[in-house]
């Protein structure tokens, strides 16, 4: 097994860390580099030859040191704190050397422009600060023992300058940075905004297809009962179960139709209204097939679409759960509202059965955070002298809700044509 060496800080030294944002499978910036070596090259051919004669000629040493320079480049968006100090390094060496001035120092700055903005300020601060004062140290004091012979020096007012060149250079790389980071930072609160949405869309429509299913589902389960302990004694009656059994199945078939067709195509107007409370008295009927005496009291008040879907699936989910999990075989649905909320109160004197149809415990979940979305509460539990009570107190204007938060069940109606 080969032995690992780990540095007692943990970690690679800064000069030699990749850019954590770098996929190691990035490209190698070829291009720039080659336009960045050919202008390089280029320039200080034409300084040695028109406007620096006094300095030394470009020889094979000269060149090979502006291909060092040049093609350390390459690895500036992999180990950009290592070459802007590389880079660094071998411009000080070419200025030493005596050759002439020109676009050499070019490199330096875009290596300092890569490293700010991949974070590595602290070697790129170091780098170019190292840089210009082994540049002012040349041109004010060592040029004497510098080639090339005779060569004079600079005044202090020009290293200013130089200077000055430099903080611009690092400031606008810093700006760079900054800039990335602001963008880097409102991608992942968009990615997290997406997956919240996503999170959800996917809870709603789990909701919405438990809501749209579970009623149905019992009503089967119920008359599937009736109808087998009736067929040899009752046939009449085991036909009337079956009936309703074929009813019940042909309308949960056309409801997940329609969720399906809104998941196929989200951006389709709907195809038919929500359900609503307006369609209280067709829940009733269901629930007489299911052998439930429904009485309801009191009349809803105009209410938003979101807070009427929600109302009627909760009162549907109050019924199926009498359905499944009561003895008792009347129900009451009362409604009541002050002008800011509306009260549901769903009672059956019960006792408990006991018996699941076959539920998977989910509906009161549902029912609470239906409410909890439009800001109201759900009460449910054993009634003092008997049976069950379910209450929902729902703000008749509901708060604004999460985008998209009720397409889906403005778009799961009913549909006769499709019944």
């Given at each position: ?13 800064w ?9 190691p499978g990035a ?6 580099t080659v ?5 390089v090259?280029?320039?200080?051919h034409?300084?040695a030859?028109?406007q620096q004669?006094h ?7 000269g ?5 060092v320079?040049?093609?350390?480049l ?15 390094a071998a ?19 875009v290596?300092?422009?890569s ?21 002012a ?6 040029y ?7 060569d004079?020096?600079?005044?202090w007012t ?6 000055t060149w430099v ?19 409102e991608r992942?609160?968009?990615a997290?905004?997406?997956?919240r949405?996503?999170d959800?869309e996917r809870?709603?429509i ?18 599937a009962?009736?109808?087998?302990a009736?067929l040899?004694?009752?046939?009449e009656?085991?036909?009337?179960a079956l009936t ?16 399906l067709?809104t998941l196929?195509?989200?951006g ?7 359900p609503g409370?307006?369609?209280l008295?067709?829940?009733v009927d ?5 052998g439930?005496?429904v009485?309801?009291?009191g ?6 679409p ?6 009627f699936?909760?009162v ?8 499944r999990h ?10 009541g ?15 408990a059965t006991?018996?699941d149809?076959?539920?998977s415990g989910?509906?009161l979940?549902?029912m609470?955070?239906?409410?909890a979305a439009l ?8 009634r003092?002298d008997?049976?069950?009570r379910?209450?929902?107190v729902?703000?008749v204007?509901a708060?604004?809700?999460?985008a998209g938060?009720?397409?889906l069940?403005?778009?799961?109606g009913t549909?006769?044509?499709d019944?």
């Open positions: 097994m080969q032995e690992q060496h780990v540095r007692p800080g943990g970690g690679p030294p000069w030699r860390r990749a850019d954590p944002r770098q996929a490209h190698w910036p070829w291009p720039s336009l960045l070596t050919a202008l090259f280029a320039g200080s034409f300084a030859s028109h004669g300095r030394e000629p470009l020889d094979a040493y060149y090979a040191l502006l291909a320079v040049c093609g350390l390459l690895w500036r968006t992999r180990r950009p704190g290592f070459v802007v100090c590389a880079v660094a411009t000080l060496v070419y200025v030493a050397a005596g050759y002439p001035y020109g676009p050499v120092f070019l490199a330096g700055a290596a300092c422009f490293a700010v903005v991949a974070g590595r300020r602290r070697a790129a601060w170091t780098a170019v600060g190292l840089l210009w004062a082994g540049h140290l040349i041109a004010l004091w060592l004497r023992l510098l080639p090339p012979d005779g004079t020096g600079s005044p020009q290293e200013l300058v130089v200077g903080v611009a250079v690092v400031a606008v790389a810093e700006l760079a940075r900054v800039r990335r980071e602001q963008w880097a930072k992942a609160e968009r997290q905004a997406a997956r949405r996503a959800a809870l709603r789990a909701r919405e297809l438990h809501d749209v299913l579970a009623h149905s589902i019992s009503v089967i389960n119920v008359q009962g009736v109808g087998l009736l040899d004694t009752d046939p009656q085991a036909r009337t309703t059994i074929k009813a019940a199945s042909k309308e949960a078939l056309g409801e997940v139709r329609q969720v067709d196929r195509a989200p389709d107007a709907p195809r038919a209204p929500a409370l307006g369609r008295p067709e829940l269901q629930a007489a097939r299911a439930l005496t009485d309801v009291e009349t809803p008040p105009p209410l938003p979101g807070t009427d879907l929600a109302a699936r909760i549907q989910e109050a019924l199926t759960n009498v359905v009561s003895g008792s075989r009347r129900a009451r649905v009362r409604l509202h002050d002008g800011a909320a509306l009260r549901l109160r769903v009672d059956d004197d019960g006792p006991g018996t149809a076959g539920g989910n509906g979940a549902g609470r955070e239906r409410a800001g109201g509460t759900i009460e449910a539990g054993p003092p008997g049976g069950w379910v209450l929902a729902l703000p204007t708060r604004d809700e999460p938060s009720t397409a069940g403005d778009r799961v549909e006769e044509d019944r």
